[in-house]
Nanobody
Framework: QVQQVESGGGLVQAGGSLRLSCVVS????????VGWFRQAPGKERDFVAA????????KYADSVKGRFTISRDNAKNTVYLQMNSLKREDTAVYYC??????????????????WGQGTQVTVSS
């Protein structure tokens, strides 16, 4: 079993930045890929970014490319999502998800096995 705890969400003005963290605990001897997803009220959970175990492979949703950066520090069992130039449409609950994998970084929520509780990001105009 793997558990994730997200942090770093909050209220920020448009154009500002936030850095989300996802600490992974439990069976950390398993190599896992991690994805960030977000869900706004009344909408489906959407893919934001994903990173492979080594960090050599990353993927981003078109809506966040050039603004968000995913990274990881395996020594700290932590995955980060640096969010810059935030827009109102980035407002959502952000979830960290993990799946046993070394290189594959899927974008579909259903392909991830473990989910955190989410952290709220609110961008004001």
């Amino acid at each position: 079993q793997v558990q994730q705890v997200e942090s770093g969400g909050g209220l920020v003005q448009a154009g500002g930045s936030l850095r989300l963290s996802c600490v992974v605990s439990g069976r950390t001897s398993t190599r896992y890929g991690v994805g960030w997803f977000r869900q706004a009220p009344g909408k489906e959970r959407d893919f934001v970014a994903a990173i492979s175990w080594s960090g050599s492979t990353t993927k981003y949703a078109d809506s966040v490319k050039g603004r968000f950066t995913i990274s990881r520090d395996n020594a700290k069992n932590t995955v980060y999502l640096q969010m810059n130039s935030l827009k109102r449409e980035d407002t959502a609950v952000y979830y960290c998800a993990a799946r046993p994998s070394i290189a594959v970084v899927p974008t579909a929520p259903g392909t991830y096995d473990y989910w955190g509780q989410g952290t709220q990001v609110t961008v004001s105009s």
